[in-house]
């Protein structure tokens, strides 16, 4: 009791020791900040050690880029990372070897034959008593803060996905394309990256429908599923672009939510929302006590805040990124589907991952086994990769059509707000077409101007340039700024 208490002493003097501006929020939300740090790293943690295998050592580095209380947080781990047999010799820190599938945790440097799974896979994350929070990890589900509704996801089936190692690439595993300038400027670019503390994680590039160069940081091979952050708002898009294709929803509904029945909210439209032109109210700040922290790590379900929240702005004239509204689509996804976990795993992974060959992909859900539309997609990179052929092809990929042409188009079309028109359905535009606006200028200026990006933090990015048949890939965790446009541009030089 005595350590609690001086510990509660010493953390309230050094907050308040703080000015409000240093520490990033009020001194209100101290405690939210408390019940933050505790749900961010169980949450995240659990995800980086059994999706993407990582040690226990790195998954707290990762973490302390958001906020050093995590070095403070006491991390207890049951049951072991999943662990595939690595022939030494095909792995590589930098480079494209068709390595073996390794989703092996750091921690484990035996040679041993792997042992039974355990059945009960956690994270505890404890800040000396004052707060607790656990994450636990269901296979095919990923990670999910443990609350009084997530026993449920215990009786939830998901399939593996199995595709060839003798196709090529996307329907399979192989890659007969030799591209020695391309792999060799690619291989360059990640050793760089990292010198500078980039801490790239994986890069590719994709010409013609064909992959013709890939390289990987330290630990992380082809099958590494990797954090895309908000590049889950564009596969949660995508998602609803096959159910309007496949005609199980319409084009562009009205009456969203029966929460929004009596109110002004009954007109906005699907499109409004894809476009982040809907104008609900929404705080997207990273700070204890805004709403964008309280979706993803204290709310029961992610769509929580954003389903209660008043209109601030006629929709369709205001443009305002907001996550909320992308866990908004993602409920409105589980509903369509008929408000089931279960049907809405199967959905995804036979109408769009197996499609697709996403085989190393896991979409976490909340507590209430809704999809994180706004974030939580571990993929990768080849699997991030897919998603952006399937655009680039226009909706088309193995032979298998999963969204119409005219969808595409719309995805890629600008909006209709006043302030910010490069922004289409959960993709990130580089033109706003004709307009002289000087908040619509390119938004990558080197590169041309029909590209469009799912992008996600810690500078996560799948670049798609049609006029040029090209898709780019770049996964790692960069806290600050990042040169992507210039990267992009220089393997751009070097591919026609």
């Keep these: 009791m005595k350590k609690i208490l001086y510990t509660v002493v010493v953390l309230t003097v050094l907050l308040f020791a703080a000015a409000p501006s240093i520490l990033g929020f009020s001194l209100l939300n101290i405690g939210h900040a408390i019940s933050v740090s505790t749900a961010l790293s169980a949450k995240l943690g659990c995800s980086s050690y059994f999706i993407s295998g990582f040690s226990k050592e790195q998954t707290i580095t990762d973490l302390a880029s958001y906020s050093p209380v995590v070095n403070m947080v006491n991390m207890q781990y049951e049951g072991t990372a999943k662990r595939d047999e690595v022939n030494p010799y095909q792995f590589n820190s930098y480079g494209s070897l068709h390595y073996k599938s390794q989703n092996k945790s750091l921690d484990d440097e035996s040679t041993e034959e792997p042992s039974e799974q355990v059945s009960l896979k956690r994270v505890t994350a404890d800040l000396f008593g004052i707060a607790k929070t656990s994450a636990t990890y269901r296979e095919g589900l990923g990670c999910t803060i443990d609350t009084e509704t997530t026993a449920k996801l215990d009786n939830i089936i998901v399939e593996d996905i199995n595709h060839s ?7 399979g595993d192989q890659s007969s394309y030799d591209a020695p300038l391309i792999q060799e400027t690619l291989d360059s670019m990640v050793r760089a990256d990292n010198e500078r503390g980039y801490n790239t994680r994986a890069m590719i590039v994709v010409k013609d429908g064909h992959l013709l160069a890939e390289s990987y940081g330290p630990h992380v091979t082809k099958d590494t599923p990797l954090l895309g952050w908000s590049m889950a708002k564009s596969l949660t898009a995508i998602i609803l672009g096959h159910l309007e294709y496949t005609k199980v929803t319409e084009r562009n509904p009205t009456n969203l939510f029966s929460q929004w029945q009596n109110d002004g909210r009954s007109k906005l439209t699907l499109q409004q929302l894809m476009q982040m032109s809907s104008g609900l ?47 908004l689509l993602s409920r409105f996804t589980h509903e369509t589907l008929g408000n089931d ?20 992909s896991v979409f976490e859900a909340d507590s209430t086994g809704v999809f994180v539309g706004s974030s939580y997609v571990y993929s990768s990179g080849r699997d991030w990769a897919r998603l952006g052929l399937l655009m680039l092809n226009q909706g088309e990929i193995n032979g298998q059509r999963l969204l119409s042409k005219d969808w595409v188009q719309r995805a890629t079309t600008v909006n209709s707000s006043n302030n910010d028109k490069r922004y289409g359905y959960q993709f990130w535009l580089n033109s706003a077409g004709n307009t002289t606006n000087t908040n619509n200028k390119l938004r990558w200026p080197e590169l041309p101007s029909d590209a469009y990006a799912m992008l996600g933090n810690r500078q996560q990015s799948v670049m798609i340039i049609p006029s040029s048949n090209l898709v780019f890939v770049r996964l790692g965790w960069t806290a600050g700024d990042y040169p992507m446009a210039s990267n992009y541009s ?3 030089d070097i591919t026609h």
Excluded: C
């Design 281 to 327: 109210e929404f705080d997207e700040t990273y700070a204890p006590g805004s709403d964008a922290t309280r979706m993803l790590f204290t709310a029961p379900s992610a769509s929580d805040i954003a389903i209660v929240s008043p209109l601030a702005h006629k929709p369709g004239t205001v443009f305002s990124y907001s996550s909320g509204t992308a866990n």
């Design 490 to 492: 220089a393997l751009l």
């Design 341 to 360: 976990t279960q049907l809405s795993v199967d959905y995804l992974f036979e109408e769009i991952f197996k499609p697709l060959g996403m085989a190393n």
């Design 165 to 171: 190692e003798f196709e090529e690439w996307p329907l």
